[in-house]
DNA sequence: GTATATGCAAAATGTTTGCATTTCA
DNA sequence: TGAAATGCAAACATTTTGCATATAC
């Protein structure tokens, strides 16, 4: 595992490398989402997180440095269906998305770190021919320890 | 396959099983979901369509409509990312959940009709104690035939 | 007759944009 | 120095809500 100040300066020189500025305001940003790698914080969530540190930070400075590394495909963007979009960092032992389970009882989504799908991207290809660069899995249902009554964990926070 | 107006029928049923009431506003807001079973479309989409047969129709009663459409698991809301959600009818021929490609070049979304997830969740079923009842699959990628410049359908209509 | 559904307009939500000012390379 | 980035507020798009009226059962 690569420590938090070795990536963000290697986020800085992918940024730097295409010409973007490395600012306070982004390096913040980028810290927080390092502190928060698998958070799937919305945007207001990390404007939030950032000005904790970085009280001045406007939330459209936010906004644009989210779009900026999505961009660059430092984040991964995703949509959970309640009409915000999460971000999380797209980190180098973590190259392909990952999937997720998405709790009905409690909301809780959690992860699956593999990729189960490379080999329905072949058929994909095969069938359709189409290409596939990124893919996302998301399985809704419900985890057996909420289904007995004790959730998972921080289920009142999944607003 | 079944005729639009048997469907319609068994739709309403459902409905007043539930004890909700069959409207006029309610049953043109299902026929134009039966006559555009896989068109992803947005509420305005439905709207509008709904409009031009029943024009004093208001764009919150089709948004309520296709929220208790969703409740009662007649239709799918899906979300591609572009901040709209969209809306399908879940037939009864296509219980499941289909997946989809999303082609970044034209921003066409085409259907994979299999299911092809059955294993897949028996296996999260085991590794992860999660009971899955739905699931999302997406694939983001381009088609072979769009990478050549000729977009498979209507790329002008991918707003 | 009564609870439910509707239409309209207003509000709420999440995100983007314009512009004057500041900052980085 | 000059182009790019910022902060603020206003604009924007989508969805939700309150409320008086209409409708289905």
């Not at 809780?108 to 080999?119: A, G, R, Y």
Request: glycine residues 6%.
């Amino acid at each position: 595992m690569i420590s938090v100040e070795e990536q963000l300066k290697s986020m800085k020189q992918q940024m730097m490398a295409k010409g973007y500025k490395s600012t306070v305001q982004r390096e913040a940003t980028m810290r927080v989402l390092l502190e928060h790698e698998r958070d799937h914080m919305s945007a207001e969530d990390v404007y939030m997180r950032v000005k904790e540190r970085f009280p001045e930070i406007g939330l459209a400075t936010v906004y644009r440095t989210l779009e900026l590394l999505t961009e660059l495909h430092l984040v991964e963007k995703m949509n959970f269906g309640d009409g915000v979009a999460r971000f999380d960092l797209r980190s180098k032992d973590h190259e392909h998305m990952h999937h997720h389970m998405i709790c009905s009882i409690c909301g809780e989504v959690e992860e699956i770190k593999d990729d189960w799908l490379t080999e329905l991207e072949q058929r994909v290809k095969r069938e359709y021919g189409f290409n596939v660069s990124d893919h996302r899995l998301d399985f809704i249902g419900t985890f057996s320890s909420c289904k007995h009554g004790d959730c998972r964990r921080h289920c009142e926070t999944a607003s």
